[in-house]
């Protein structure tokens, strides 16, 4: 009752179109008023307003409605015409939101974020302005098309006034390019990321990106796991002793928040009296976890990493667990993002397993029942990785007990731009706060292992976070355009007294250019197995071992990074 007097009293003041072609006309510049904001911010700043830049900027704005509307003539064809436009006014003004509200670019990679995105992820992101964008800009509109968008025509009627519409809007398009060629030379040739703004035109181009890329992945898991490192044989360690690492997956850590960097708040008191290296120079695969987890585990580097290829191939802990070393998965995130399927996996994220849920369910309750696990094992050598919950947001707040709000006030806002930027740092900080408490359990897990096990534990950040910096909040940026707040993690390294690498070796290294890129050859060397595709990193750790110059150690890193 409520959308038909709605639509009587818009029909009362407002003429409605006649034709199909004069509806998507007024779609699109409904869509270019309302849902790209972000675009016309970008070009602000790109282009500031001026007498000078004005022209220009005109042209670009009818450009960008005139590509809009030729992409939904050419998508709106034939009976499904009103229902297309209608789902293009919602998800314009669902992704209006989020680049609006965060900063965020609506690319394939961010859809595949989203078509991972579970219930409680969800829930997080629902705020009363997302939820009246959607209605009065997105589920409103799209009524009144259903309802009023004229009936098809004759295929050939239908098809000569598409014909006649796209061309003429191909002549407004040419028109209003041709006096600023040189504009859009330079536009076009330095200033691509703006365009990743356009609404919904960008993501019309993402999703078609997304579907191909979901075909060749559904296509990989079909097909036979590709072996790799064939070739691994292990060295005999000199100590004898078994091994057992706990490779901590962080999330959402930026490097410059912790105070054993240089971060001018008492961040993280328990690792810096836990004698760890933490390394200074170290750069993310990508900007999500969708990306970066199965990339760091992948030998493909981040040049080389895609998705489909993969899947097709194992991991390094599918070769570890192929040749003999016990591997468990534990997870308080979403899941593994595919690392974990051949190995045993546990899902931390409910009170079936986690002992310490509030409701949130802790990080630190991964460490529950691993003594059971490990003694399980009668000395085998074990790789355990827990994957955190860490510094996910936008609700930081949720991500730490009430005892580790140290920072406040805090903001306890979905949306982060109602927050001061204070209380964005406060809320995050205490989570990394977290973070540091967790750690120092796990390596107070770890010690008692020292004596019959050669122990250590490494942590390393999927990605870091954007909270606030060029108007951009949380991640998931394209890696092209992503500030270094979103690609600089945190890797900290801790081993025990009888390790083959010790923290004095270590720490005199702690400079080193490293990516996720060496996750892979990393935990070879530190199960002492040989492959050529590992090569370099051996005569690193060689190198290491011996504590030789840094120069040698470099010199071979990067060889490896190189080849």
């Known amino acids: 009752m409520f959308l038909e007097n709605l639509k009587s009293k818009i029909s009362k003041y407002l003429p409605v179109p006649k034709t199909q072609n004069a509806w998507i006309m007024m779609a699109s510049l409904f869509i270019m008023v309302t849902g790209n904001i972000s675009l016309c911010q970008n070009l602000l700043k790109t282009y500031p307003l001026s007498l000078n830049n004005l022209p220009f900027l005109a042209s670009l704005f009818v450009f960008f409605f005139v590509?809009?509307?030729?992409?939904?003539?050419?998508?709106?064809?034939?009976?499904?015409?009103?229902?297309?436009?209608?789902?293009?006014?919602?998800?314009?003004?669902?992704?209006?939101?989020?680049?609006?509200?965060?900063?965020?670019?609506?690319?394939?990679?961010?859809?595949?974020?989203?078509?991972?995105?579970?219930?409680?992820?969800?829930?997080?992101?629902?705020?009363?302005?997302?939820?009246?964008?959607?209605?009065?800009?997105?589920?409103?509109?799209?009524?009144?098309?259903?309802?009023?968008?004229?009936?098809?025509?004759?295929?050939?009627?239908?098809?000569?006034?598409?014909?006649?519409?796209?061309?003429?809007?191909?002549?407004?398009?040419?028109?209003?390019?041709?006096?600023?060629?040189?504009?859009?030379a330079s536009f076009i040739r330095e200033h691509k990321i703006v365009r990743f703004y356009a609404n919904p035109t960008f993501s019309i181009y993402s999703a078609y990106k997304y579907v191909n890329q979901e075909a060749k992945v559904f296509e990989a898991r079909n097909v036979p796991l590709k072996t790799i490192a064939t070739d691994a044989y292990r060295n005999t360690p000199n100590n004898n002793k078994r091994k057992l690492v706990i490779v901590v997956v962080g999330e959402t850590a930026r490097y410059d928040r912790f105070a054993l960097n240089g971060y001018r708040r008492a961040t993280t008191p328990n690792l810096e009296a836990a004698n760890v290296v933490s390394f200074s120079n170290v750069s993310a695969c990508g900007t999500s976890t969708m990306v970066s987890v199965p990339c760091m585990f992948s030998s493909l580097g981040q040049r080389g990493y895609n998705k489909e290829t993969a899947l097709k191939q194992e991991n390094v802990i599918d070769v570890l667990a192929r040749n003999g070393i016990d591997v468990l998965w534990r997870d308080n995130n979403s899941d593994s993002k595919g690392v974990a399927l051949r190995v045993k996996y546990q899902n931390f994220q409910s009170t079936n397993l986690n002992p310490i849920c509030d409701p949130e369910c802790r990080d630190v309750g991964m460490l529950d029942g691993l003594d059971k696990h490990i003694q399980s094992k009668n000395g085998k050598d074990i790789l355990i990785v827990l994957h955190q919950m860490g510094n996910h947001g936008p609700e930081y707040f949720r991500r730490y007990p009430k005892a580790f709000e140290k920072f406040s006030p805090v903001c306890k806002s979905k949306e982060l731009k109602d927050c001061t930027k204070q209380e964005i740092d406060n809320a995050y900080d205490n989570a990394i706060l977290y973070t540091d408490y967790f750690l120092s359990e796990?390596?107070?897990?770890?010690?008692?292992?020292?004596?019959?096990?050669?122990?250590?534990?490494?942590?390393?950040?999927?990605?870091?976070?954007?909270?606030?910096?060029?108007?951009?909040?949380?991640?998931?940026?394209?890696?092209?355009?992503a500030p270094k707040e979103q690609?600089?993690?945190?890797?900290?390294?801790?081993?025990?007294?009888?390790?083959?690498?010790?923290?004095?070796?270590?720490?005199?290294?702690?400079?080193?250019?490293?990516?996720?890129?060496?996750?892979?050859?990393?935990?070879?060397?530190?199960?002492?197995?040989?492959?050529?595709?590992?090569?370099?990193?051996?005569?690193?750790?060689?190198?290491?071992?011996?504590?030789?110059?840094?120069?040698?150690?470099?010199?071979?890193?990067?060889?490896?990074?190189?080849?």
């Open 67 to 184: 590509t809009l509307t030729i992409v939904i003539q050419i998508l709106c064809i034939g009976k499904s015409a009103k229902w297309v436009l209608a789902v293009l006014l919602i998800v314009s003004s669902l992704n209006a939101y989020f680049m609006d509200s965060f900063g965020v670019v609506i690319d394939h990679t961010m859809m595949d974020n989203v078509a991972q995105t579970d219930q409680r992820e969800l829930q997080g992101l629902i705020t009363f302005e997302l939820v009246a964008r959607l209605i009065f800009l997105g589920l409103i509109p799209a009524f009144l098309v259903i309802k009023n968008f004229p009936k098809q025509m004759e295929f050939s009627q239908e098809f000569k006034s598409r014909i006649k519409a796209i061309s003429s809007l191909a002549l407004t398009a040419i028109i209003v390019v041709a006096p600023f060629t040189a504009g859009y």
């Open 442 to 481: 796990v390596i107070k897990f770890l010690k008692p292992y020292e004596e019959n096990y050669d122990v250590g534990m490494m942590y390393i950040a999927d990605h870091g976070e954007s909270l606030g910096e060029y108007g951009m909040y949380l991640h998931a940026a394209p890696v092209v355009i």
């Open 487 to 563: 690609t600089k993690i945190p890797l900290i390294v801790w081993t025990g007294n009888s390790s083959a690498f010790p923290e004095s070796h270590l720490r005199q290294h702690k400079n080193l250019a490293l990516s996720h890129d060496d996750v892979f050859c990393s935990l070879m060397v530190a199960y002492d197995f040989n492959s050529n595709m590992c090569k370099p990193y051996m005569e690193a750790a060689r190198h290491l071992h011996n504590s030789l110059d840094h120069d040698a150690v470099t010199a071979v890193v990067d060889k490896g990074i190189s080849s």
